[in-house]
Structures are given as C-alpha cells and as structure tokens.
C-alpha cells in the first residue's frame, strides 16, 4: 500500500476507500499490525506472515479500529503515540528497542511506559501495568493545560493590556 500524506476527493477517492475497508477486513484476519514511519530503517524482527502495515494514509480512527481487532501492535518506532493507542484500545503494544538505548533512556519515568513493552521480553510487565495508563495520560494532559495556563498568566502579567 503506497503512503499518502494527503488526500483530496480526486479520481482515486473511491478505490482509496475500498483499499481502507480491505484493510480493516484483513485485520480481522491477522494477530498483529505494525507500523515504522521513523523506524523505517530497522530491520524487521517479528513474522510478517501475520500482520499488516499500518501506513500514513490512515485516519486514527481507522488505526483505533484496527488497534480493536488485532492482539499485538509492533511498533518499529519509538516515539509513536500509537504505542499507547494501542493499549487504550485493548491490544498488546510492543516497541522494538533501538540499538544501544535502553529501556530508562527510552523512557525514564516509569509510569509512561504503562502498557507499553520495550522489546517482546517485557509484555509480561506491560500487560500487568496496562490498567495504569489512561489514569497517567490523564494526568500528563492535567500537567500540561496546568502550565499553559501558568505561561498565559504570565504572559499577561508581563505584556499588561495597552488599550486602556
């Protein structure tokens, strides 16, 4: 399936929405999906027998549904949110490790790695800690509306209204 960045209603809409309902219809059919965008480079380590390519051309609720009807979602890149899109729609997410990074230098604070297996070997702690993730992402978005709120407050308080 070639990647599209973007779209437009042109001549190929229709067969590109055929090709996005064929691929739904395999996932249901196949144990995993995995997706590379900036892991492109890395070699494969798991079956491809058994799984698709999740590609750009795909909206996230398309990804979601998929992410609902496979078991495992292997992830060549590392920093995708997909990763936890995957645990929040119930399957199995597993990130390759990247040679030479450890799984604290992939990411240090252990609550974000809720759900998410750095490498096949911690799917057993990944699925143990899976319950903890939506409550971490929630407060990572809480943490985040809190400081752009405090950056507003100051941004008035050092460029005061001129108009009056």
């Avoid at 990411?107 to 998410?116: K, Q």
């Avoid at 070997?121 to 985040?144: F, I, N, V």
Wanted: with cysteine; charged share 30%.
């Amino acid at each position: 399936m070639q990647q599209h960045e973007h779209e437009d209603a042109g001549p190929h809409a229709q067969a590109i929405a055929e090709l996005r309902v064929e691929l739904l219809e395999a996932a249901r059919e196949k144990l995993h999906a995995e997706a590379h965008r900036d892991g492109r480079e890395r070699p494969i380590v798991h079956d491809l027998d058994n799984s698709i390519r999740l590609t750009r051309d795909l909206s996230h609720a398309q990804i979601a549904a998929i992410f609902k009807r496979i078991k495992t979602f292997i992830s060549y890149d590392s920093r995708t949110l997909f990763s936890e899109l995957a645990v929040l729609c119930g399957c199995e997410s597993v990130v390759i490790p990247e040679e030479g990074v450890s799984e604290e230098e992939w990411r240090p604070v252990v609550a974000s790695r809720s759900g998410v297996a750095y490498g096949f070997e911690k799917l057993p702690q990944a699925r143990a800690t899976a319950h903890l993730l939506l409550d971490y992402m929630l407060e990572k978005q809480d943490r985040a509306r809190l400081a752009v709120e405090e950056m507003l407050r100051e941004t008035d308080a050092f460029f005061p209204d001129q108009t009056a």
